[in-house]
């Protein structure tokens, strides 16, 4: 069975500075995929590569198809959601109004009833606006926001930063949840490598724009350079 997203040789640039140096990975239908790496090791651009918010090289293929030069509109129309660094939720909308916007890419009637069991306190804060929530809430926002799209693949950059490590196991839940009730499929950058290969089934090590190791979550939390970098032990 053909991976729902693969990416094969891509390289990607900012100017005339090379970011990714032919980059190639996959992720299946259902599957969570981390992508760990040290700072500019390229994981966000991998991302952006995808999304096609930046200038890229080689092959992106989402469900069998190759999206070119497709951009970020087109990307996220064609089942591809994107959370970036930061959480990119607009901070002076209300609660409300976020989601909406997330709603805005889908054909027919979007199903807040859906978003709200897995996000129950969205529905109490509805009329706040968003730039006055916790660290933790703008993230929690920011992926109800990403699943009122509908996506066939969630991506997430670094959605545990400056988040207290209590708020990120239950960033982490949702993410979980979300993957095993509804089948999405998640790829998912993340600095904290033990809470990303705790829910991962597979992960990526890049360094300096190249994929350095892969395989299982189990085998790189037993793999010596990991867990020396990565892990602490």
Known sequence: ??????????????????????????????EIVAILGANGAGKTTTL??????????????FAGKRLGRMGPEGTARAGIAHVPEGRGIFAELTVWENLRMGAY????????????????WLDARR??????????EQQ??????AFLQRPRLLML???????APLVTREVFRVVSDLNHKEGLAVLVVEQNAAIALGAAQRAYVLETGN???SGTAEQLKSDDAVRSAYLGY
């Open 127 to 136: 009329n706040q606006q968003a730039g006055t929530l916790s660290g933790g």
């Open 48 to 61: 952006r590569a995808v999304s096609g918010t930046v200038r890229r090289d080689g092959d992106v293929v």
């Open 211 to 213: 994929v350095a190791l």
């Open 140 to 145: 929690m926002l920011a992926l109800a926001r």
């Open 1 to 30: 069975m053909a991976p729902l997203l693969e990416l094969k040789d891509v390289s990607a640039r900012y100017g005339p500075v090379a970011a990714l140096h032919g980059v190639s990975l996959t992720v299946d239908a259902g």
């Open 105 to 120: 890419m889908r054909r027919g009637r979007p199903n807040f009833s859906t978003v709200l069991e897995y996000f129950p």
């Open 157 to 163: 950059d670094e959605p545990s930063l400056g988040l």
